[in-house]
């Protein structure tokens, strides 16, 4: 499941920089106010990379998720795209926790006939 999340994540990354520089367009918006809050969402997705063994790095990913959703408010594209990308990340968290369950089962299987 870690490398399929990561993997949603570092995908992340990039959406949220180039919605960044889209969100640079806006006039009504301040550089620093855009790249203060891309930044520490940006942060937030490669730190949530370590955390996703850790108790409560799967919730704060779907935190991230919503967060990435909401944005569609600055950038309507963001809608779509943040969409996309929690629908990702519950495939990541369903279908990752099954291949590890399978992963296990197979290791111990292999034990026992050891």
Do not use: N
Request: charged share 10%.
């Amino acid at each position: 499941m870690r490398t399929l999340c990561a993997s949603t994540l570092i995908g992340e990354f990039f959406v949220i920089g180039f919605a960044g520089l889209v969100a640079m367009k806006d006039p009504d918006l301040s550089m620093g106010t855009v790249w203060t809050v891309c930044g520490v969402a940006m942060a937030l997705s490669v730190l949530l990379c370590g955390m996703l063994g850790r108790p409560g790095g799967i919730q704060l990913g779907w935190a991230l998720q919503i967060g990435l959703v909401l944005s569609g408010f600055v950038v309507p594209m963001m809608f779509f795209l943040g969409a996309c990308f929690a629908g990702l990340w519950w495939a990541s968290v369903h279908f990752g926790g099954k291949i590890d369950a399978t992963k296990a089962r197979w290791a111990a299987e292999a034990e026992a006939q050891a």
